[in-house]
T-cell receptor
Framework: EAGVAQSPRYKIIEKRQSVAFWCNPISGHATLYWYQQILGQGPKLLIQFQNNGVVDDSQLPKDRFSAERLKGVDSTLKIQPAKLEDSAVYLCASSLDGTKAYNEQFFGPGTRLTVL | GDSVTQMEGPVTLSEEAFLTINCTYTATGYPSLFWYVQYPGEGLQLLLKATKADDKGSNKGFEATYRKETTSFHLEKGSVQVSDSAVYFC?????????????FGQGTILTVHP
C-alpha cells in the first residue's frame, strides 16, 4: 500500500514570496491533516479536512495561509506572503476516518521550508 | 486546553542500556495516548498506543502504560540498540468536534552509541 506522498521535499524562498505544498493521501482515506513542525517542537495541527470539507482550521493563520482539498483526494497548502517564522517542516497525514478515535494517522515525509 | 509535556532532552545512551522517556499530559476529556517515532529523514511513525486507563501499549520492545492517576504515559525499553536513535514524540487525542486531532509534546532526541 502506497503511503502519504508530499512534494516538494525541500523549498527555500525569500520572505514575502509565496509557496505551495502538495499532498496525496493514502487511497480511500477520508480525513487529511496538515501539521506545522517548527525545529525543536512537536507538530501542530494547522487544518483538518473530512473529505473535501474543513473540520478544524482554528490554528491556521488565515491572513497568509490557505488550503484546499478538491474532490476530497489530494490537497494543497499555500503560504502568501511567507514570513521568516514560517520556516518549518510541513507534514501531511491521512486517516481512514478521523471521526473514529481508533483510526491511525499515517504521516508523509514532510516538506522542509526555509524562509530567508 | 490539551497539552503534552515530555522530559527535556536530548538523551544519550550506550547500547543495551535501559531507556525511560517521561511524558505527562493534561486533557479536557478522556484521551487516547500515543508514542510516535521519527527516524532521520523519515516521516512520523506510530510506535504504540493505549486507549484507556491501565492499558499497556507495546511494540519493538518498547512499552508504555496509561496511568490516569498520574496523567502519565512514560516510554520504556529494557535494552536499546543503535537503530533506536530517533526523535520520540508523545501525543494525545481527545474525542469530540476535533476527532482525530493529535496534540504532540516537544519531542525527545535519543542517541544510542555502540
Amino acid at each position: 500500500e502506497a503511503g502519504v506522498a508530499q512534494s516538494p521535499r525541500y523549498k527555500i524562498i525569500e520572505k514575502r514570496q509565496s509557496v505551495a505544498f502538495w499532498c496525496n493521501p493514502i487511497s480511500g482515506h477520508a480525513t487529511l491533516y496538515w501539521y506545522q513542525q517548527i525545529l525543536g517542537q512537536g507538530p501542530k495541527l494547522l487544518i483538518q479536512f473530512q473529505n473535501n470539507g474543513v473540520v478544524d482550521d482554528s490554528q491556521l493563520p488565515k491572513d497568509r495561509f490557505s488550503a484546499e482539498r478538491l474532490k476530497g483526494v489530494d490537497s494543497t497548502l499555500k503560504i502568501q506572503p511567507a514570513k521568516l517564522e514560517d520556516s518549518a517542516v510541513y507534514l501531511c497525514a491521512s486517516s481512514l476516518d478521523g471521526t473514529k478515535a481508533y483510526n491511525e494517522q499515517f504521516f508523509g515525509p514532510g516538506t522542509r521550508l526555509t524562509v530567508l | 486546553g490539551d497539552s503534552v509535556t515530555q522530559m527535556e532532552g536530548p538523551v544519550t545512551l550506550s547500547e543495551e542500556a535501559f531507556l525511560t522517556i517521561n511524558c505527562t499530559y493534561t486533557a479536557t476529556g478522556y484521551p487516547s495516548l500515543f508514542w510516535y517515532v521519527q527516524y532521520p529523514g523519515e516521516g512520523l511513525q506510530l510506535l504504540l498506543k493505549a486507549t484507556k486507563a491501565d492499558d499497556k501499549g507495546s511494540n519493538k520492545g518498547f512499552e508504555a502504560t496509561y496511568r490516569k492517576e498520574t496523567t502519565s504515559f512514560h516510554l520504556e525499553k529494557g535494552s536499546v540498540q543503535v537503530s533506536d536513535s530517533a526523535v520520540y514524540f508523545c501525543a494525545l487525542k481527545v474525542g469530540g468536534t476535533s476527532y482525530g486531532k493529535l496534540t504532540f509534546g516537544q519531542g525527545t532526541i535519543l542517541t544510542v552509541h555502540p
